[in-house]
């Protein structure tokens, strides 16, 4: 009799299975023959239970009556200068969570896998991993009955050289036929502006960043120049996406508009730039199309200051003084007692003043939405405390979905502006009259809290459909 409490002879593992499997450590390098792939590097993650492969513009499409999915694919990290098209059939769609704990419903094909002598048909669902350390994640779906993993070892079974890397993907280059972008902005150091140079550049496009400040306009006439002080002149653009500082709107508005004039496409036009800058005009134009608005007050001069906020209704408020286009960090006032301090402390000055008051109808939530095109990107919200920051960071919003009328709302908004490529700020309501309020519409605004918080590629977006605006395809 055994001295175990249990026989454990059908629990050993057997020898003759698990000799004719893959060792494989917790990085590899794998193929896609069939999508022109040949050498990507995957994590190998038996916690996953679907694989995944990084792709962006999936674009569905129908071949011979069957469904097809075309898709781009950045197959080395941290490159976005090598891009392979790819298109298969359509093996499924299906609803996968993502690591942000996010479901959404994904593309899957199946296709060949080469673990460099092994071959075995795979299913990949298509998704975005630029945020990813791997462009390529294993799962253990297909792992079953031919591999096991050492997450000890890494690449176990080889090691791919930058040289060979280089001859496998020296026709992945971007093409020769794309568009002229520029993009009018101070530096190529913010997120947004680094972002959208990649996103150009991985479509196959040439953007160049000009420095508003460092350029010049000659104007007579028979023809209008645009000087940079590096660069001299500079060359026409096939469109122009402003990218300037606030107090830049006038300047940079005229360097669009000679774009226009040169046969150039502005996205965003110069008009509807300096139309949503133009506060008063904003929100004027808003209330007479029945946009549910906070209450607001203006004035010329900050003298009129504690009377205004007087008509204005209910605190607490937000203060900001401003010229022309130029709008200084907002205060938080709470009391008369307060507006009397910074009444005093500007008296005499140039400066303009904007007042947003709650009036004790807005709610504590603060919605922020993307609109690309017209349609709706991206939605974020965050609660009072966090929307009063100064400085708000990804871990402050949390991703939400508009109902179909605040959707509508939205478009509406957009379409008033008449932007491609907006922010919508709305306050949460607290009556039964409205969801939410409009508090301010941004013309060039930053991706970075978006992308981070989403996951999503949102800068090829915007590419995407500056394509559309000047239907450009590629060849």
Known sequence: MSDTPFDTTEFEPSKDSSAKKIIVGSEEWCAFPQLGIPAIAARIDSGARTSSIHAFNIQPFTRKGNAWVSFEVHPVQDNRGLLVRCEAPVHDRRNVKSSSGVAEKRYVIQTVMR???????????????????????????????????????????????????????????????????????????????RRLIEACEERGHFPSLLDVRQCYLTLNSARGEIYEKERGIVQPFDVALCRCAIEDTLFAAGLLRQYTMNGGVAFNHPKALLFARDKVALFQKMAANEIPLCTFGFAAVTDHLQEMVHKVGVGPYKIQRSRDFNFEPSIAVNSSEETQILQN???????????????????????????????????????????????????????????????????????????????????????????????????????????????????????????????????
């Open 115 to 193: 673990l460099w002598d092994h071959e075995f048909t795979v299913q990949l669902t298509l998704a975005n991993r630029d945020s990813m350390g791997f462009r390529m994640l294993l799962g253990r779906e297909a792992m079953v009955g031919r591999i096991l993993v050492d997450p000890e070892l890494s690449f176990c079974l080889g090691q791919v050289s930058p040289a060979t890397l280089e001859q496998h993907y020296k026709d992945a280059r971007r093409s020769a036929d794309g568009l002229r972008i520029g993009l009018l902005a101070r530096s190529e150091k913010f997120y947004t502006n």
């Open 345 to 475: 402390a500007w008296q005499g000055s140039k400066y303009g003043v904007q007042v947003l008051s709650t009036m004790g109808q807005i709610g504590t939530e603060k919605m922020k939405v993307l609109v690309i095109g017209g349609r709706i990107a991206s939605v974020l919200k965050s609660d009072g405390v966090k929307a009063g920051k100064v400085k708000t960071s990804p871990s402050d919003y949390q991703i939400f979905d508009l109902n179909k009328d605040d959707k509508k709302l939205v478009q509406k908004i957009a379409r008033l502006t008449g932007l491609s490529f907006l922010c919508v700020e709305l306050l949460s309501g607290q009556n039964d009259d409205h969801d939410y309020f409009l508090s301010d519409v941004i013309p060039s605004p930053s991706i970075e809290v978006f992308e981070k918080a989403t996951g999503k590629d949102l800068a090829s977006q915007v590419v995407i459909e500056i394509e559309r605006c000047c239907d450009w395809q590629r060849q």
